[in-house]
């Protein structure tokens, strides 16, 4: 008997597999456009205002409170809305069954969605981020190191929640509207709605230690070039952790 060897998938399929996902991120206009308009929408509304009110080291409030504000919005949408409807539809279409047969493992999918993810994220932060500085004169936070890490974690935090969403919902439509209520939620618990300062103490006090107040407070933070208080780094890090061993727990290929 022949033996046949089998390879394992090299750049040119990884390659193609981001093409696709890319792709289908493309021509999902409602996916591609929410996370990045309506941050946007949310920028312009307040910037006027925020703009002239000066809060520490010549940042004013557009500087450390709407753009971390914002910025969490582009994470989130994106993690825990967009990239759980699209691994719900692989799996409900029977790609992911399909693929975990051939030598390209559905964890290739995966790594392409969220790669794409990652990179779509990136687009909806430039672009906030150039209209602010551009239109209302934003500035760099104090401790910029400190704020792409934070933003780093914070992007990181989102997607294990959204795993979990992609690891439960049964369809794709289950998916978004489950990650939408999540979202809105945890942003509602975390300032989205008109600031943490309006929420009764205990529910204040919760939000910020859940990844949406978590993000926010701790990105405010390093604009102001404060100290990141630890109770934000922690809650952004049990967030993930969680996320990661519920989401591997519960996720199902078919």
Not at 160 to 179: E, Q
Not at 198 to 220: I, K, N, R, T
Request: contains cysteine.
């Amino acid at each position: 008997m022949t033996d046949i060897a089998v390879h394992r998938p090299g750049l040119r399929s990884w390659a193609a597999m981001l093409t696709c996902e890319l792709k289908m991120v493309v021509r999902d206009t409602a996916g591609l456009i929410v996370p990045i308009g309506l941050p946007m929408l949310i920028l312009v509304m307040n910037a006027s205002a925020a703009g002239d009110e000066v809060v520490a080291n010549g940042r004013t409030a557009l500087d450390v409170h709407v753009l971390p504000l914002v910025f969490t919005m582009v994470v989130a949408t994106t993690g825990i809305v967009n990239m759980p409807s699209f691994l719900a539809y692989y799996r409900r279409s029977g790609i992911l069954r399909r693929l975990a047969v051939t030598p390209a493992s559905p964890a290739m999918v995966l790594v392409a969605q969220v790669t794409v993810g990652v990179l779509q994220t990136g687009l909806g932060i430039a672009a906030a981020w150039l209209l602010a500085m551009v239109a209302f004169g934003a500035k760099p936070p104090v401790n910029a190191g400190a704020a792409i890490g934070v933003l780093a974690l914070s992007t990181a935090t989102m997607y294990a929640v959204g795993m979990i969403v992609a690891a439960l919902a049964p369809t794709p439509n289950s998916a978004v509207a489950i990650g939408l209520a999540l979202f809105f939620a945890l942003g509602a618990l975390g300032g989205m709605f008109g600031g943490r300062g309006s929420l009764p103490d205990v529910v204040a006090s919760v939000g910020a230690w859940l990844p949406f107040g978590a993000s926010v407070q701790a990105m405010s933070a390093t604009w102001v070039g404060a100290p990141v208080p630890p109770a934000h780094l922690i809650g952004l890090a049990v967030s993930l952790l969680l996320g990661g061993v519920v989401a591997a727990a519960c996720f199902r290929w078919d």
